[in-house]
């Protein structure tokens, strides 16, 4: 399998290349639409074909770019079909595996930081979006947010995996790459070993974090699975501009 991690920085945003060498098919896992010149680069530079565009989860923070590499590539959209998203070719489903060539990826549902938030487990590899971040999670305060639901999503759905499953998440603001689920059940702060329901809640509950600077535009653009508002303030339309170079990891 053929595997890169990308990452966008405008909104320190991973985006995952998995490669099939036999088929030359690619899936790409939460995609930027700001990178999409670079990831049609990479895949081009690899000799693969995008077959398919995968979303953890309705994004705040950015605009995928599943819409726009369909257009480009004839490339299809799969979301997790709890969203019911209109503009999606593919609904995928908890327990049933999504397989695109030799890829196969294992469905888990895991809300909390949504409520039809997904990661993806793939062999020694889990993509956990950001229902488990390193060192962290996402936050619950909107988007049918649940503190209860993400701490069982995490200690009951991610940390039983194989402790050496390694953990790559949707984001990082750190410059970290990759952990693995026994370093996270080890030492996460909020939800690590030791860290009880009710420590979570407080935890959760004092982070008074302020919305994300573009969530009223990503969020209705994302579940047309990626339109840019036409009414964008200049301020913000760098959140839409295509990129020229961007750091990957």
């Given at each position: 399998?053929?595997?890169?991690q990308l990452?966008?920085?405008?909104?320190?945003?991973?985006?995952?290349?998995?490669?099939?060498?036999?088929?030359?098919?690619?899936?790409?896992?939460?995609?930027?639409?700001?990178?999409?010149?670079?990831?049609?680069?990479?895949?081009?530079?690899?000799?693969?074909?995008?077959?398919?565009?995968?979303?953890?989860?309705?994004?705040?923070?950015?605009?995928?770019?599943?819409?726009?590499?369909?257009?480009?590539?004839?490339?299809?959209?799969?979301?997790?079909?709890?969203?019911?998203?209109a503009c999606?070719?593919?609904?995928?489903?908890?327990?049933?595996?999504?397989?695109?060539?030799?890829?196969?990826?294992?469905?888990?549902?895991?809300?909390?930081?949504?409520?039809?938030?997904?990661?993806?487990?793939?062999?020694?590899?889990?993509?956990?979006?950001?229902?488990?971040?390193?060192?962290?999670?996402?936050?619950?305060?909107?988007?049918?947010?649940?503190?209860?639901?993400?701490?069982?999503?995490?200690?009951?759905?991610?940390?039983?995996?194989?402790?050496?499953?390694?953990?790559?998440?949707?984001?990082?603001?750190?410059?970290?790459?990759?952990?693995?689920?026994?370093?996270?059940?080890?030492?996460?702060?909020?939800?690590?070993?030791?860290?009880?329901?009710?420590?979570?809640?407080?935890?959760?509950?004092?982070?008074?974090?302020?919305?994300?600077?573009?969530?009223?535009?990503?969020?209705?653009?994302?579940?047309?699975?990626?339109?840019?508002?036409?009414?964008?303030?200049?301020?913000?339309?760098?959140?839409?501009?295509?990129?020229?170079?961007?750091?990957?990891?």
């Open positions: 399998m053929i595997f890169r990452f966008e920085p405008l909104s320190s945003t991973y985006t995952y290349l998995l490669g099939c060498e036999e088929t030359g098919q690619a899936v790409l896992i939460d995609p930027v639409i700001v990178a999409v010149d670079r990831d049609l680069a990479e895949m081009n530079r690899l000799g693969l074909r995008l077959a398919y565009s995968v979303e953890t989860h309705i994004h705040a923070d950015h605009i995928t770019a599943a819409l726009e590499l369909k257009t480009k590539t004839g490339s299809k959209i799969a979301t997790p079909a709890f969203d019911r998203l999606s070719d593919f609904g995928i489903e908890d327990g049933k595996p999504f397989q695109v060539g030799s890829i196969t990826l294992q469905p888990l549902h895991t809300p909390g930081h949504t409520d039809g938030h997904f990661a993806y487990l793939l062999a020694d590899r889990v993509f956990t979006g950001d229902a488990l971040l390193i060192d962290g999670c996402g936050r619950t305060d909107f988007q049918n947010g649940d503190t209860d639901a993400l701490y069982q999503s995490v200690r009951q759905t991610l940390f039983s995996l194989a402790d050496d499953v390694l953990v790559y998440p949707a984001h990082d603001y750190q410059g970290r790459l990759v952990s693995s689920i026994a370093q996270e059940k080890k030492r996460n702060p909020r939800l690590g070993e030791g860290q009880s329901l009710e420590q979570f809640r407080s935890t959760m509950a004092k982070l008074k974090l302020p919305y994300p600077t573009f969530m009223e535009y990503a969020v209705p653009g994302n579940r047309q699975c990626g339109v840019c508002p036409c009414d964008l303030p200049e301020n913000l339309d760098k959140y839409c501009q295509q990129m020229t170079e961007t750091p990957q990891g």
